[in-house]
């Protein structure tokens, strides 16, 4: 049962642009949302995360916009650079739940 | 900070033998954990949750038979991969949370099964 979804599966971009990754979950209880990053062969890193109380963070030159109603939230990554290529994953919980991780966006960024 | 460490970080195992592998919380105290597997080229999969002094939860498809975990203190986790085969080759992460909740994730170990 995969409680977190992440469209599309991969997604590739020019440089300079800006990459959209979409998440969408199905527990309205989740309220906090991070984002990884994981290079090959490397463990997840944090890369920003939200909680259900905002519509949007930003950090550099990442921003997320979450729609509480819709249950859904996006990684905007402006200004790609081919270092940004990666795998990244949504993830969702509540205090009382440990972050259930969504299926991956596997992004490249062309120079 | 809070920290967490797996060790080890690279390990080959024949198949059908066992590997233990250990997770430490440093600079928190670490009131559950919880253990996940990414296969290759796939998501991570919640294994179990661990809490001290409670008993463990396997999630489906998971078992106690197959995945054993101690957790004897709020520092150190350990599971063990029983019989590993093929299937499960892939990052096994840590996640360790503290008394308000914030989890921290340690950088994995990575399981090759020959």
């Known amino acids: 049962q995969q409680q977190v979804r992440q469209s599309p599966q991969s997604l590739t971009v020019w440089e300079g642009e800006t990459a959209i990754l979409n998440c969408s979950y199905e527990?309205?209880?989740?309220?906090?949302f991070p984002w990884y990053q994981q290079f090959p062969g490397e463990g997840p890193a944090l890369l920003i995360a939200?909680?259900?109380?905002?519509d949007k963070k930003e950090d550099g030159g990442f921003t997320i916009f979450f729609n509480k109603r819709e249950k859904n939230l996006s990684l905007h990554i402006k200004d790609s650079q081919p270092g940004d290529s990666a795998t990244y994953f949504c993830?969702?919980?509540?205090?009382?739940?440990?972050?259930?991780f969504g299926t991956g966006t596997k992004l490249q960024v062309v120079p | 900070g809070a920290l967490v460490y797996q060790y080890p970080r690279r390990t080959i195992c024949k198949s059908g033998t066992s590997m233990r592998m250990e997770c430490q919380a440093v600079?928190?105290?670490?009131?559950?954990v919880a253990w996940y597997r990414q296969s290759p080229q796939k998501t991570f999969e919640l294994i179990a949750l661990?809490?001290?002094?409670?008993?463990?939860?396997?999630e489906q498809n998971f078992t106690q038979e197959k995945f054993p975990i101690s957790h004897p203190n709020l520092s150190f986790s350990s599971m063990t991969v029983l019989n590993a085969y093929l299937e499960d080759r892939g990052l096994y992460l840590c996640?360790?949370?503290?008394?308000?909740?914030?989890?921290?994730f340690g950088p994995g170990t990575r399981l090759t099964v020959l």
């Open positions: 996640g360790a949370r503290d008394e308000v909740y914030e989890q921290y």
């Open positions: 939200i909680r259900s109380v905002s």
């Open positions: 527990n309205s209880a989740f309220d906090y």
């Open positions: 600079g928190f105290q670490a009131t559950s």
């Open positions: 993830a969702a919980s509540n205090s009382g739940t440990y972050q259930r």
């Open positions: 661990s809490t001290v002094n409670s008993a463990i939860k396997y």
